[in-house]
Every structure is written in C-alpha cells, then in structure tokens.
C-alpha cells in the first residue's frame, strides 16, 4: 500500500507562484512515475503533469504549459509541482499520484487545495 502526503496549497492572487510537495511512503520512490492531478468543483479530475522514474521525461496539459514544472528528487523521496502565473482557472484541489508508466496512476493521496483569487 502507498500513501501519498501533499504540501504546500493555499490561497494565493492571479499571477502569484506556489509550490506543491508530495512524498510517498511504502514504495520504492525512484522505481514509480509519478504525478499530479486536480479536480475542480463540479469537474471530472484531470490530469496535469506526469514524470518518469528517471526524471527524463515530462508530460504537461496545454493548459499549464510555461507555466508549472515538475521536479523529482530521489535522494528525498519527493515530487514538486512549481505553479507560477497562477490564473483563477487553476483553482482546484491537486492530488498526487504514483505510477508505473508516465500516462497509467495508480495510488492517489488526499490532496491539498489551491485557491487563486483575482
């Protein structure tokens, strides 16, 4: 069983940064891909941005690209999202999720809320 911490949302104005921190427990961290997903009230949850086991390969959504980066670090057992020039469409609860491939997740955690006002 993983489970999944995030850290790090919380109420920020249009064009402000966060950053987001997710650690696992359970699992070997570097064996899995990981990534985050948000889900909006009233909206199905969507995917954001993924990356490899490596670090090598990254997959954004259109609507976050330039915009947010994902990070891993290994050594600490830690997967970052930077989120810079937030836009109040971005608001939205973001959960971390562990995987075996960039596209296929299979543990998601709790999530942290992100709220950007305008």
């Known amino acids: 069983q993983v489970q999944l911490v995030e850290s790090g949302g919380g109420l920020v104005q249009a064009g402000g940064s966060l950053r987001l921190s997710c650690v696992p427990s359970?699992?070997?961290?570097?064996?899995?891909?990981m990534g985050w997903f948000r889900q909006a009230p009233g909206k199905e949850r969507e995917f954001v941005t993924g990356?490899?086991?490596?670090?090598?390969?990254?997959f954004y959504t259109d609507s976050v690209k330039g915009r947010f980066t994902i990070s891993r670090d290994n050594a600490k057992n830690t997967v970052y999202l930077q989120m810079n020039s937030l836009k109040p469409e971005d608001t939205a609860v973001y959960l971390c999720?562990?995987?075996?491939?960039?596209?296929?997740?299979?543990?998601w955690g709790q999530g942290t809320q992100v709220t950007v006002s305008s």
């Open positions: 999720a562990v995987g075996t491939s960039l596209f296929k997740y299979n543990y």
């Open positions: 359970g699992r070997t961290f570097s064996s899995y891909a």
């Open positions: 990356i490899t086991m490596s670090g090598g390969s990254t």
